[in-house]
């Protein structure tokens, strides 16, 4: 029969052991993360917020997202469902494709004696790292049944600017 000693020495392991393995997890699954703030508005970060943007990526949300990189263009495809062109904000800022937008969902419905309410709201955002130098100001980007695609043409050098979603 196992002591008190050797019981606690085992469940301290194994939470040592699952605290491990949600780290390793966390830290495998940021870049895929997005953070949704609920009344958040601010749209345009500063420097300073620009540098937290990283640390801020990793939430409970996902916004999957898929980069092809080819010779002349990195072409970066998110999912984004629910949301029009015009509130999906864009910046290319050191070689991060910054992706922002602010989700607003409200739906009533009734069905026999039930009567439904949902709503969603918040702010969203991710960085994507790029791999290699674009031209923002050549760059395109659409919106159609809830993907947003944008193609950055390649270059040398870096630079921040916005782009423009273009719906259809």
Not at 15 to 34: C, I
């Amino acid at each position: 029969m196992a002591t008190w000693q050797q019981l606690r020495e085992g469940v301290g392991r194994a939470w040592g052991s699952l605290v491990e393995g949600w780290h390793q997890l966390q830290d495998r699954a940021s870049g895929a993360m997005t953070r949704f703030v609920p009344g958040a508005s601010k749209m345009y970060p500063t420097e300073q917020e620009h540098q937290e943007i990283l640390h801020r990526n990793s939430g409970w949300g996902v916004l999957a997202a898929e980069v092809f990189d080819d010779t002349k263009k990195v072409v970066v495809r998110l999912e984004a469902p629910g949301l029009e062109a015009d509130e999906i904000d864009l910046q290319v800022i050191n070689n991060m494709l910054v992706v922002r937008g602010e989700k607003s969902l409200q739906r009533e419905q009734e069905a026999g004696q039930y009567h439904i309410i949902e709503c969603a709201y918040g702010s969203f955002e991710r960085a994507i790292p790029l791999p290699a130098d674009v031209d923002p100001d050549a760059t395109k980007a659409s919106y159609k049944r809830g993907i947003l695609r944008i193609e950055l043409p390649k270059i040398n050098g870096q630079k921040k600017s916005k782009i423009k979603v273009l719906g259809s």
